[in-house]
């Protein structure tokens, strides 16, 4: 029985430290993703307009992965692997991850980026001061591979059925520090 409650016990210890090693990992990939596209706007300030609102969930992956798995020789590589990870049917947000990032620390970049805002709190926003000069970053669920060496994340901006645009990010992991290394299939209506 004692054996038992070890493998259980090593079992969820390993589950959690994935876990938190996937949430921390997460948080790293959503900061550089604000720093990069929150470089140009504004600090929040009472009655000011903030034009880059941020998507509360996780988008899921779908098959448009695959186009980008075909046009790159490393994604190609460990096709198997990223394909796993395309779940379309996904409910998770990014507030685990919101709140790690900006909980004592990087509180510059905190006063730029607005809380998450849902689709339909984003659509009353755009009526409200105007369709064209609105955007909303959708930032899907990251994908890890090559034993969480290299990460893959879609970033969109949302605005009207019009003006929208993306691109894949190829994220490697240099000395325990994420880095973009490729933009991939970028986009734009």
């Known amino acids: 029985m004692k ?26 990939i959503l900061k550089i993703i604000f720093t990069k596209y929150y470089k140009n706007e504004k600090v929040i300030a009472k009655n000011r307009l903030q034009l880059l609102s941020f998507y509360c969930n996780k988008a899921p992956n779908n098959e448009e992965v695959l186009e980008v798995i075909a046009g790159n020789e490393l994604l190609k590589k460990h096709n198997t692997e990223i394909k796993k990870q395309i779940v379309i049917d996904i409910n998770e947000d990014w507030s685990k991850e919101y709140n790690l990032l900006f909980d004592n620390q990087n509180q510059y970049l905190k006063s730029k980026v607005n809380t998450c805002l849902s689709l339909e709190e984003f659509q009353k926003v755009s009526k409200q001061y105007g369709e064209n000069n609105q955007r909303l970053l959708i930032v899907n669920k990251p994908i890890y591979f090559a034993k969480n060496q ?24 240099v000395n325990n520090e994420w880095l973009i290394k490729e933009y991939l299939n970028e986009w734009a209506t």
């Open 3 to 28: 054996l038992h409650s070890l493998h259980f016990l090593l079992g969820f210890l390993f589950l959690t430290s994935f876990s938190f090693s996937q949430e921390t990992d997460n948080t790293a």
């Open 150 to 173: 290299y990460a893959l994340v879609k970033v969109a901006f949302y605005r009207s059925i019009e003006h929208n645009s993306g691109r894949f990010l190829l994220l490697e992991k």
